[in-house]
């Protein structure tokens, strides 16, 4: 009999346990529940994201199209991404709806939905996965499309292209979700107008070399070029050479009139139209090269002070030219009307090719004649270039393979990282020069990136490969303080032009009430980076196709299985995009997706401490586990 009753008093606890994890079932499907132990809550929703989803006044519709049977690799993928979903749904209630596609019921349906799935923005990831020393590719649509109404916002969860599958991979999927989701959802309710322009003219970054950048920023803003064209950046009644000027250049310009022969010729009649009558005798003049001159209403001067009147921020990358004193005019002006500028300006130029044939090549100055522009806004970009032993390798010209260290493109961090470099890897900086602080005391200046305590400046720099292949750490040995390669500045500015001597005729210029001159800034920000390579993205030939490289990724590990995430380029700037045009509210969020980051000497010298911690304290939890059972098995028994 009493074996009766034990026997059922198991079954009743039994019983007991399903009832009790059936009911834990039930209220979790309608109480979304999570507990995140991550330090940085990494795997939960941010506030940010909770207030977004709560507030939402309209319905939004979910388009999922990574449905259907996958490998075991990608379900994992699948499995992230409804569990994610599911968070957004529980949050967001009633006006927060999912719809799940799967487009491989249907093949002509499929055919249909991948067509319009294309031409919303979501493009296929084609995953490799390796079984019995055979690679098989698997073709997935990785995105959402956010519905709002007759609106929609396509999210992109995967990178565009072809990666082998990897916990890694698996991680960055898993990391970028909510920033990926919540972006496309800001897209649709509350979209984007500022306005973000590169600047032209100077040999800066064409838009292949910023491809990858201008792709993430586009995301949210609206990004342009922009030239302040020299003829436009001329001034009333100035000697210019116009033979390199064709006629439609001209009218294009709105100049308005000529001066040929000491006889002022007009380009445009009474009623703003092209004035035939002058036409062929100007075009014959241009050809002949005997304009010397030419003359632009006064009224209209301002059109050409304005051009930058709607542009949020400026962008200034890598410029190599030297910029007319118009040009450097029309920009301070911008920076007084509160403009915003990220310049990315080198000091000195390496060219890599010459290292082919020779090995051993010099760095030289480049022609911009910025520095002393920079200057007047309490920036001093030094004349040299900071090696490091914690450092990103090259990839030799001569087709030698790679340098592993080559310490003239140093990896750049903070001891103490500020919100911008939170969860973002170390920067990869190229040929970087190093940034000090002069005057404008009334700025709030924040350094944004420094080199490790082993660096060494150059100043008169060569650049040798033989020299390079072994570390010698007493050449990266010194007291100084580790130079800081990037600030942020904010505050009121002084204009480069205050106090200025200058001209006669520009004095006059200033002093025209057109042109509005302003000595003092109203409160704005500006970045300062001694490398205009930190958002320039690398070029692979992948499938007979030329394809740029991701900033985050070193292009020599393109192919191999084990490729993974190294450098925080893109996520540090747009972060910093994201601080000057007000949209900080994006920053924690990007912050979530973990990056490698490189680990500070102590953790190395802690290594083996936490390995015997990690030995030593499951053997005695369990030993006292065994411990604990007997003795209370002996008391009980004993009894």
Not at 248 to 258: F, G, M, N, R, T
Not at 277 to 289: D, P, T, V
Not at 393 to 408: K, M, S
């Amino acid at each position: 009999m009493r074996v009766l009753g034990v026997k059922y008093k198991s079954l009743f606890n039994l019983l007991l346990v399903l009832i009790i994890v059936l009911l834990i079932n039930g209220i979790s499907s309608i109480y979304f529940v999570r507990v995140d132990l991550s330090a940085d809550k990494i795997h939960s929703l941010s506030n940010e994201t909770k207030i977004t989803l709560t507030n939402l006044d309209e319905i939004i519709t979910a388009d999922v199209y990574l449905v259907g049977e996958y490998p075991a690799e990608i379900e994992k993928l699948k499995k992230s991404l409804f569990e994610k979903l599911d968070e957004f749904k529980a949050y967001g209630a009633d006006n927060f709806k999912i719809n799940y596609i799967n487009l491989d019921e249907d093949p002509e349906l499929a055919k249909e939905f991948k067509n319009q799935v294309f031409k919303d923005g979501v493009d296929f990831t084609d995953i490799i996965i390796s079984r019995d020393s055979k690679q098989e590719v698997i073709r997935i649509w990785s995105g959402i499309i956010l519905r709002m109404g007759d609106q929609f916002s396509p999210v992109q969860l995967l990178q565009k292209g072809k990666f082998p599958i990897s916990q890694l991979i698996i991680n960055q999927f898993n990391d970028q979700l909510e920033y990926n989701i919540i972006l496309g959802l800001n897209n649709l309710i509350k979209p984007s107008s500022k306005k973000i322009k590169f600047l032209r003219g100077h040999g800066e970054l064409d838009n292949a070399d910023a491809w990858i950048i201008r792709d993430q920023l586009i995301k949210y803003y609206d990004v342009d070029t922009l030239r302040i064209k020299q003829l436009k950046a001329k001034f009333y009644n100035e000697s210019i050479d116009l033979s390199n000027y064709q006629y439609d250049s001209l009218i294009a310009y709105k100049v308005d009139s000529l001066i040929i022969a000491k006889r002022s010729i007009p380009l445009f009649d009474n009623i703003g139209n092209p004035n035939k009558n002058s036409k062929r005798f100007i075009k014959k003049s241009l050809q002949n090269k005997i304009i010397s001159k030419y003359m632009k209403d006064p009224s209209k001067i301002s059109e050409d002070l304005d051009v930058l009147d709607e542009t949020d921020l400026l962008i200034i990358a890598k410029p190599r030219l030297t910029f007319s004193e118009k040009e450097l005019f029309i920009i301070d002006q911008y920076v007084m009307r509160g403009g915003k500028i990220i310049w990315l300006v080198d000091m000195l130029d390496v060219d890599e090719s010459v290292l082919k044939d020779t090995n051993i090549t010099y760095a030289k100055p480049v022609n911009h004649e910025l520095q002393q522009f920079l200057f007047k806004y309490g920036a001093r970009f030094n004349m040299n270039m900071v090696n490091d032993a914690r450092c990103s390798p090259l990839i030799r010209e001569d087709g030698l393979g790679r340098i592993p260290n080559w310490y003239f493109f140093p990896m750049l961090y903070m001891d103490e990282p500020s919100k911008y470099l939170k969860n973002v890897g170390p920067i990869k900086a190229r040929y970087i020069c190093s940034i000090d602080t002069v005057g404008e005391n009334n700025i709030k200046k924040t350094p944004l990136l420094k080199t490790s305590s082993e660096f060494k400046v150059l100043r008169q720099t060569s650049v040798n490969y033989q020299n390079l292949y072994n570390y010698n750490p007493k050449n990266f040995e010194n007291d100084a303080e580790p130079p800081v390669c990037a600030w942020l500045y904010e505050g009121i500015f002084n204009s480069n032009y205050q106090n200025r001597s200058v001209s006669k005729d520009f004095k006059k210029f200033i002093s025209n009430p057109i042109v509005k001159y302003k000595e003092t800034s109203i409160s704005t920000k500006m970045v300062f980076i001694g490398d205009g390579d930190i958002i320039r993205n690398d070029f692979l030939k992948i499938n007979d196709q030329i394809k740029p490289v991701l900033l985050s990724f070193e292009s020599a590990d393109y192919g191999n299985p084990e490729f993974f995430p190294r450098y925080g380029n893109s996520m540090f700037f747009q972060n910093l995009v994201d601080e000057l045009l007000d949209k900080s509210e994006l920053i924690p969020l990007r912050s979530k997706m973990n990056m490698p980051r490189l680990l500070k000497k102590d953790i190395y010298s802690e290594k083996q401490f936490w390995q015997l911690i990690n030995i030593i304290i499951p053997i005695i939890i369990i030993t006292l586990i065994g411990f604990l059972n007997q003795y209370f098995r002996k008391k009980k028994y004993v009894n």
